[in-house]
């Protein structure tokens, strides 16, 4: 299994930027697709991004691509999640969630291992 510990969230006005960050621990970290997810209060866990083992290949929601960027430093065990051009509709819990599956996924169920989640509040 791989511990993972996100940080870098909080309140941003909209048109603002944050920057989150997953710190892994436990197995190879660079085994693994990693993936953010956000949950809206009321609503279901809703994929965000993934980028895979090597971070060569990335993988957006419709609605967050030309805002968000995620990239990660394995020899770092960390991920992160740039988020720019934030808008109301971004507010949420944010996850990070390590997989075994090399090909693309979106679904939560296809991720082995999940942070405890860092909220995002933006303000209109």
């Known amino acids: 299994q791989v511990q993972l510990v996100e940080s870098g969230g ?11 960050s997953c710190a892994a621990s436990g ?13 809206a209060p009321g609503k279901e866990r809703e994929f965000v991004a993934t980028i895979s083992s090597s971070g060569g290949s990335t993988y957006y929601v419709d609605s967050v691509k030309g805002r968000f960027t995620t990239s990660r430093d394995n020899a770092k065990n960390t991920v992160y999640l740039q ?9 949420a819990v944010y996850y990070c969630a390590a997989s075994r599956w090399v090909v693309v ?9 999940w942070g405890q989640g860092t909220q995002v509040t933006v303000s209109s």
């Open 10 to 20: 909080g309140l941003v006005q909209a048109g603002g930027s944050l920057r989150l």
């Open 27 to 39: 197995r190879t970290f660079s085994n693994y697709r990693m993936g953010w997810f956000r949950q």
């Open 83 to 91: 988020m720019d051009s934030l808008k109301y509709e971004d507010t």
């Open 105 to 113: 996924t979106t679904s939560p169920r296809n991720f082995e291992n």
